[in-house]
């Protein structure tokens, strides 16, 4: 077993090259699986835990969970041919021998916005018996700053005095931005920040993840500031989305178009476009932004309130977009009881097939409240069951008989859409576009009803 925190920089080199270092990746989703087989395909043995046994299964037989990450197929394949990766469910085999423990663990909240840290308190409960002294525990998961140092630090060492974090074990941290959907290309072009307890364990991460990653790697002081970027990154892009969305709201009002304020804002060299749409969903944003109050409330809960005014912005955008299509029905003079509502796009964002916290959920909910028999097509999600409904196979058929479509999601497959083609199809031809990508005087020239989320009335 190699002791890497006793070992000097060069040693690591020869340990990487030899192909001696072991990895173990704890949480093989959406981010541990992909980083992962990163760390393998870059000549590693790496092993991937997971308490779900299906998953783990169907990795060892060669079945590639993620179809929409380009790229990981094939990496994938090649690293289960030259078994430089496998999958497990049992930690306690894995975790002694490995010189490297990454943490991909979920970090969602409750119903009531609460973080939940429960798998990585768990895992590192684990951990506390399982790990051999020199090894290294890095955390990839979003946790709040303060959790590494504050929690889990103490919840690896136990009260036994056999583990200590910095003399005989590693811990850091190199917060996962990658974005769903374009992995593998982040992971070859965004910066990592790595921060650690001391400055050995940060300098030998960083060493691995150049050897693996070739990308710059930002030295951070401490894990608490390198968790800071990564929620500061993510709580920008949902306060700048929350700021739209309302603009979207007043321009509609008073027949300013969103799009083309948007478009002329972005020519100047300070500002950074966002765009509305029906609600920020996934697995990140709406997170870290409770993540961010979270930290904030230890201090003062009056801190970061315009956190709190986003938040409550963008948690209203679905009603906004069911008043849109209460507009179309006042305008065709159709009752919106007993219609049928036919949803395009249930991801939470484009070209990913992922529902996570997706603003069509809601949406759903409160047409199902008007009593709207409400369909789905989404290219990601044929023929399943998608919140209590069958989702449609196809478009055409789908199309028939609908009363109004809502884009909610701006799949690459929607952006093509033809107005003339759904007026042709539709019962009844109301279309709430609420992601910007249909031509709303295209769609009046087609006779459709046309709401548009910040296009005003035409
Ligand atoms: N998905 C994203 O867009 C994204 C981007 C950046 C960062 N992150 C962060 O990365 C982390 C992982 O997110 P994800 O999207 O990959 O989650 P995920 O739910 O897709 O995957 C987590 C995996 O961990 C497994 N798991 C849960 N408890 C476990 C346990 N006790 N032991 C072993 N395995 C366990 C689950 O079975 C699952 O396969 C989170 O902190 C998230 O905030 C996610």
Do not use: W
Not at 32 to 57: K, Q
Not at 107 to 126: E, F, L, R
Not at 268 to 284: D, E, L, R, S, T
């Amino acid at each position: 077993m190699n002791k890497i925190i006793e070992m000097d920089l060069s040693e690591i080199s020869n340990l990487i090259q030899s192909g001696k270092l072991k990895v173990c990746v704890i949480g093989i989703g959406r981010i541990g699986l992909p980083t992962a087989l990163s760390f393998a395909n870059s000549g590693l043995h790496t092993v991937g835990v997971d308490i779900n046994p299906t998953l783990v299964s169907n990795i060892n037989s060669g079945i590639f969970p993620l179809k929409d990450e380009p790229g990981y197929d094939t990496i994938f394949e090649n690293v289960l041919k030259e078994k430089k990766f496998s999958a497990t469910t049992k930690i306690d085999d894995i975790v002694p021998s490995s010189d490297i423990i990454l943490l991909s663990l979920p970090t969602p909240m409750d119903q009531n916005n609460i973080p939940i840290y429960s798998a990585i308190k768990s895992v590192g409960k684990q951990l506390h018996d399982l790990l051999t002294f020199g090894s290294i525990v890095i955390v990839e998961s979003t946790v709040e700053p303060g959790f590494v140092e504050d929690e889990l630090i103490s919840i690896i060492q136990g009260s036994d005095g056999r583990l200590e974090a910095g003399k005989n074990f590693g811990i850091g941290v190199c917060p996962e931005t990658a974005n769903p959907g374009q992995i593998l290309n982040d992971f070859e072009r965004l910066p990592r920040l790595v921060g650690a307890t001391d400055d050995k364990t940060a300098k030998i991460i960083t060493k691995i993840y150049k050897h693996v990653f070739t990308v710059d790697l930002i030295p951070m002081p401490n894990c608490k500031t390198a968790n800071a970027v990564k929620l500061t990154t993510n709580v920008f892009r949902d306060i700048n989305i929350a700021f739209v969305n309302e603009l979207a709201i007043l321009f509609e009002k008073i027949g300013i178009d969103v799009m083309t304020v948007l478009e002329a804002a972005k020519t100047k060299y300070n500002f950074q476009v966002h765009y509305p749409g029906a609600g920020v969903g996934g697995p990140c944003l709406p997170v870290n932004s409770y993540q961010m109050l979270n930290l904030a409330k230890k201090i003062d809960s009056n801190l970061l309130s315009i956190v709190k005014a986003g938040r409550i912005v963008n948690e209203s955008m679905p009603q906004h977009v069911i008043n849109l299509l209460n507009e179309g029905f006042s305008e065709s003079g159709k009752n919106i009881v007993n219609s049928e509502i036919l949803i395009l796009g249930v991801s939470y964002k484009p070209d990913v097939k992922d529902i996570q916290l997706t603003p069509a959920e809601p949406i759903i909910e409160k047409l199902k409240m008007l009593k709207c028999k409400v369909k789905i097509y989404d290219p990601y999600f044929k023929s399943t069951d998608i919140f209590g409904i069958k989702t449609e196979n196809n478009l055409v058929d789908a199309l028939s008989n609908t009363d109004a479509v809502i884009i909610v999601t701006a799949h690459k497959e929607f952006h093509d859409i033809d107005p003339a083609f759904l007026k042709t199809r539709m019962k009844t031809p109301i279309l709430v576009d609420s992601r910007g990508i249909v031509n709303q005087h295209t769609a009046k020239i087609a006779g459709l009803i046309f709401r548009g989320l910040g296009r005003g009335k035409i």
